[in-house]
């Protein structure tokens, strides 16, 4: 009897997942991605190893006459090691001959997707009793692939009935599992089918039941834990392969944790197919139940840990179902459940201490993410308050207050994160921890609480009382550089080092404040010298501080002061895919002249531009890619004045007093000043535009046919009459709709 391990067969990418994992989720093998079909196939004689079991030290093997050893507990510091083997026997070689024809047969393009299917099916029939050693064969297992996607679901359902016994040892294989995964991606298809709704259901149940007999073992294997994620979104009637629920990119959680994204907390962001809600349930509760005496090695376990945030992503919204799944996690025994009572105080040093771990970190995350409000305040009450810092400064731990903190439900969890926090962000950014900065800065700007305190413990982190504040935007937007520094006082802003992400992100957030409470940043961000605006425009994150800056509450004059700053560098910019959309934002903040003049440096660059990826868009946005601008100067002047008058107008009678007061101090009254819903305003000004747009339509045609000499005095004056119409008829609309609310 000979075994071979796994250095002994060629790797192999995965043909499901190829999903990254981040800094903000657990790691994963990333071996478990895309499989190459003409890798070098090999063969061996006698008996091979049953592969993928990669789980704690001492686990369960298989006999050699093919019965299960029993199973033994395992420790999770041993996660990494390597166990005793499985062995499995080798597919006899006329079996191995029959499966090769078979592949040559299906691979070509002779025969038909009906005798394809009948063929599958066939091959599949003659799989029975053998498929472990199929599936689990390097080289049969990508035929026992093909002959699944392309088989019937009765034959493919018959199929995974056959196997259901052994279908645990086939998830955690390297080679089964991907058989696995292909066979759940088949029987989702065919579940939207009402006439095979029935006969899926069952199939699935039995593989439930078969992998709830052991589910710890196959939610710490790499491989079992790719598969059963896939199974409970298949139950959920989610995609298989939704990176919402499989893993989730750092910048989509950081998104959503600065307001820059909803925070989906129940799933609804994901498009729902049909599902199997009851055996969901069912699965879900089985789990839970059987993992309960392993509960501690579950909640540091890396796989193990991906499962569970899936499960707990899956139930979000289902406050019943939560209350009955966080509780254990949290090391909470079934009596404290009971009595409502969650969590202990003698119960928090250990949940802090698990909290250092990368795992259960990461659990925590979701947890606090999906909790309902009851659950969330008591593990905000008895867990995190006053551990906050420690935490903040932990690697790990970090993560879980960022969660905490994005979720804040009222103005008072604020006010205790701020009394721990606030005082600490010079040695937050000092220990590298921006996140924990940008979290709390966030969470402030959403629920309205504590604006001005955090905007100047920040300014007070990066500039001492006795510097000029114009230094605050450059070492915020080189966080690293900056804190890195030995002689912070020696520091200059470091040309063509990328900037930091989490500081650009920060100071994203600040321009989000109101006016009065930013003026430090203002003041820096106006004062930077022409060189630094230029690279921070072309940098990715540079660009949107400038673009958020453009757009906040701060008065045109200061943002007119900025765009003047790269006056002749407009063409330069436009043609940097960051840069061209501060362009258009700079157009937007600027005045007549200022907009004359970005219209005249795009037009030099105009064929050149239009060769970008990003330039026609910008040319049409601005209209600069018309003959409008270069033949008729005065028209297009005229048309951007109508804009003007129209703004001004429209916000005089359904502005609030802040922008009535500020309208006079710009060409363009810039929207964030309003008070009003902005969806209804970016409407209201779409509608303006199209009116005048179709103004100037009619002016220019008028022209060629009817006025040939006094073109441009009858165009301004029929344009302003359509205007003063236009205008009127919006008025009244606007009126007669508050009027009908007011009924109502």
């Not at 579950?298 to 979000?316: F, G, I, P, R, W």
Request: hydrophobic share 35%; with cysteine.
């Amino acid at each position: 009897m000979v075994s071979f391990g796994s250095k002994a067969l060629p790797s192999r990418r995965h043909t499901t997942h190829n999903f990254t994992e981040d800094s903000l989720m657990a790691g994963e093998d990333n071996s478990y991605g895309r499989r190459k079909k003409e890798a070098r196939r090999k063969a061996a004689k006698g008996y091979l190893e049953f592969e993928g079991d990669r789980r704690q030290k001492g686990s369960s093997g298989w006999r050699p006459d093919r019965t299960a050893k029993p199973e033994k507990p395992f420790k999770h510091k041993n996660a990494s090691e390597p166990q005793t083997w499985h062995i499995r026997k080798q597919v006899d070689p006329e079996t191995a001959k029959y499966f090769s024809e078979i592949a040559n047969v299906i691979e070509g393009n002779e025969v038909d997707l009906e005798e394809r299917s009948i063929i599958c099916g066939n091959a599949l029939e003659e799989a029975r009793g053998k498929e472990l050693e199929l599936a689990t064969d390097y080289i049969i297992s990508h035929t026992l692939q093909a002959l699944v996607e392309g088989s019937d679901v009765d034959h493919l359902c018959r199929f995974l009935k056959s196997c259901a016994k052994d279908f645990l040892y086939i998830a955690m294989d390297r080679s089964g599992s991907h058989v696995a995964e292909t066979a759940l991606k088949c029987l989702a298809l065919h579940l939207q089918d009402e006439e095979s709704y029935t006969l899926v259901e069952e199939t699935l149940a039995t593989i439930c039941k078969v992998i709830t007999v052991n589910p710890v073992d196959v939610m710490c294997n790499c491989y079992g834990s790719h598969v059963i994620r896939s199974l409970l979104c298949l139950c959920k009637g989610v995609p298989l392969d939704s990176p919402e629920f499989h893993t989730t990119k750092s910048s989509t959680i950081l998104a959503g944790r600065l307001n820059f994204r909803p925070l989906q907390s129940d799933g609804n962001s994901v498009p729902h197919q049909q599902g199997l809600p009851e055996l969901l349930k069912f699965f879900v509760a089985e789990i839970s139940k059987c993992a309960q005496k392993d509960i501690a090695t579950m909640q540091v376990e890396q796989y193990s840990s991906l499962v569970l945030q899936t499960v707990l992503k899956l139930l979000a919204g289902h406050d019943e179902e939560l209350l009955h799944i966080i509780p254990p996690l949290l090391g909470c025994n079934k009596e404290n459940i009971g009595e409502g009572n969650f969590l202990k105080i003698d119960e928090r040093r250990n949940i802090v201490d698990l909290l250092k771990e990368t795992a259960y970190s990461h659990l925590m995350e979701v947890i606090l993410e999906v909790a309902p409000e009851t659950l969330y305040n008591e593990i905000f009450t008895k867990v995190f308050r006053n551990a906050l810092f420690e935490l903040s400064s932990h690697p790990c731990g970090n993560f879980a207050v960022q969660a905490l903190v994005s979720h804040a439900r009222c103005q008072g969890q604020v006010e205790f994160i701020w009394e721990e926090l606030g005082p600490k962000f010079k040695d937050l950014l000092e220990l590298g921890r921006p996140g924990v900065v940008a979290s709390l800065l966030a969470a402030s700007q959403r629920l309205d609480t504590h604006a001005q305190k955090c905007c100047q413990a920040l300014a007070a982190a990066v500039c001492s009382a006795n510097e000029s504040p114009e230094c605050i935007v450059p070492r915020i937007l080189f966080l690293e550089s900056y804190f890195g520094c030995e002689d912070k006082s020696y520091w200059t802003w470091p040309s063509g080092v990328k900037m930091h992400v989490i500081g650009s992100l920060i100071l994203q957030t600040i321009f989000k404040y109101p006016s009065g409470f930013i003026q430090p940043y203002v003041s820096s961000i106006t004062f930077m010298q022409t060189d630094h605006v230029l690279e921070a425009a072309k940098d990715a994150g540079g660009a949107r501080v400038v673009e958020a800056f453009l757009s906040s509450n701060a008065s045109k004059k200061h943002k007119q002061r900025l765009v003047a700053r790269v006056r002749g560098h407009f063409g330069e910019l436009a043609m940097h895919p960051s840069g061209s959309f501060t362009v258009e934002k700079c157009f937007t903040a600027s005045n007549l002249p200022l907009r004359e003049t970005i219209m005249n440096e795009l037009l030099t660059v105009r064929s050149e531009l239009s060769k970008t990826k990003h330039g026609p868009h910008l040319l049409r946005k601005l209209d600069v890619d018309s003959t409008r601008f270069a033949a008729r100067p005065d028209q297009w002047k005229m048309k951007q004045s109508s804009k003007e008058s129209a703004y001004k107008e429209f916000y005089a009678t359904f502005g609030s007093n802040e922008t009535q007061s500020s309208k006079t101090d710009s060409f363009v009254v810039d929207p964030c000043h309003h008070s009003s819903n902005p969806n209804s305003v970016k409407a209201m000004r779409k509608e303006i535009d199209q009116c005048l747009a179709s103004v100037t339509k009619l002016n220019v045609s008028g022209h060629k046919r009817r006025h040939p000499e006094g073109a441009e005095q009858g165009s301004e004056k029929f344009a302003k009459q359509a205007k003063n119409e236009d205008v009127l008829k919006i008025k009244n609309k606007k009126l007669k709709q508050k009027n009908n609310y007011g009924s109502n």
